[in-house]
């Protein structure tokens, strides 16, 4: 399932591509997200809490991570398992920064695969629904970090 979304964020891209670079300061922005390690700069482990309708579900998993300085665009390959429902995810999400006006609009692209017992109950609309709070959780989290 392919799933775009963009916001924006009033700060130069410069501080934003900073901002993106500090993986604690992105799982603390990301809601359910808890980092639990960082082998390098480039590979994570943690967990992602979520809710789909009724059913709370813990992604344990990992996150590699591709930059591009020169573009401001940048990749994370994330993999996880919900252990209770043995539900599978995998996410593609390239990201983009751009600058408008005086502040930064990023553009994300996700492929997304869900496989298990959660595939089941999880329609395209939940999923859009889920991706569209978490995005908006995180781009206001990662606001007010950057305006203190």
Same mark, same amino acid.
């Given at each position: ?7 924006? /964020? ?7 591509w900073d901002a993106l670079?500090?993986?604690? /300061?992105?799982?603390?922005? !990301?809601?359910?997200?808890? /980092? $639990?390690? =960082? ?5 994570l482990r943690g967990q ?16 590699? !991570? ?26 593609? =999400?390239?990201?983009?920064?751009a600058t408008m006006n ?5 553009? =994300?692209?996700? $492929? ?5 017992? /959660? ?14 709070? !978490?995005? $908006?959780?995180?781009?206001?989290? !990662? ?6």
């Amino acid at each position: 399932m392919k799933i775009e979304r963009q916001f924006f /964020l009033a700060a130069p891209v410069g501080v934003v591509w900073d901002a993106l670079k500090d993986s604690h /300061l992105m799982a603390q922005c !990301l809601p359910g997200a808890e /980092l $639990e390690t =960082i082998s390098d700069t480039d590979a994570l482990r943690g967990q992602l809490k979520v809710r789909l309708g009724p059913i709370a579900a813990v992604f344990h998993g990992t996150v590699a !991570l591709t930059r591009n300085s020169a573009t401001y665009t940048g990749n994370m390959d994330a993999r996880g398992v919900d252990k209770r429902t043995n539900t599978r995810v995998r996410a593609d =999400i390239g990201y983009r920064l751009a600058t408008m006006n005086e502040g930064t609009q990023i553009s =994300i692209v996700c $492929e997304l695969a869900l496989m298990g017992m /959660l595939a089941q109950f999880a329609r395209r609309n939940l999923i859009e629904k889920i991706s569209a709070e !978490l995005i $908006e959780g995180f781009s206001t989290n !990662l606001e007010q970090r950057l305006n203190t």
